[in-house]
């Protein structure tokens, strides 16, 4: 395992707030505040918003402040083709990054849910969150330290659903067939499996023959077929869905 990257702050008094947070573990505001900002609550919201913002501290269980977890996990390395290329946990700076892939992959309509996911990223503005709504982890594949491709994880967090999560992929297309989607997917459901994920699933449209294939090539199954479910460019399309028990 790796040590977790420090923080880049472009504000004293934010660094401030993120170590006491970080020091004192989930922390009620009104401490943290009596605590670095004793004089100035405005500034204070202030500098919390935009914590929260950049992805460092998030909301506790029950209130208060705690500070966001990075994912941890080494950042392996590999040559394929003579392409070289990492696959690491993602950070909130990488944000930006998969934004783009995310929106090129989608942009040809047979990835339906990656066009939602791109939705709500653009929208929250935050990669990694685990609270009492949702979990969600991002991995990400690099070449030149630009981000090519990801894997994203979301579970709801709820007990009946508390053993399955919802899996989306995908690399950009003048990287495809270099065995970055293959690494991508291990490392997915590698981490899956460790945070005692029973069933990881998702669905694709019929149309994207190629994802079909490649899933079910890395020993994914066909669960249901729903008919016309989608319609895309005036075309009632299947989804297909699919999953892998772990």
Known sequence: MTAQQRPEFDHSDRERIYEYVKEHGPTDYESVQQAVFPQDPGGFRHHVAILKRNGLLETAIGGGLQVVPELEGEEEQFTHDEIEFHIRPARQADL????????????????????TVAQELDH?????????????VFFVATVNEEVVGWVHLQSPEIEKLAHTAELTMGVLEEYRGHGLGGRLLERGLEWADTQGYERVYQSIPSTNEAAIEFLEGHDWEVEAVREGHYKIDDEYVDEVMMAVRL
Do not use: M, P
């Open 124 to 136: 929250e503005r935050e990669l990694l969150r685990r609270d009492d709504v949702e979990s969600r």
């Open 96 to 115: 930006s990054g998969i934004l783009g892939v995310l929106r090129q992959v989608a942009e040809k309509r047979t990835y339906i849910v990656a066009e």
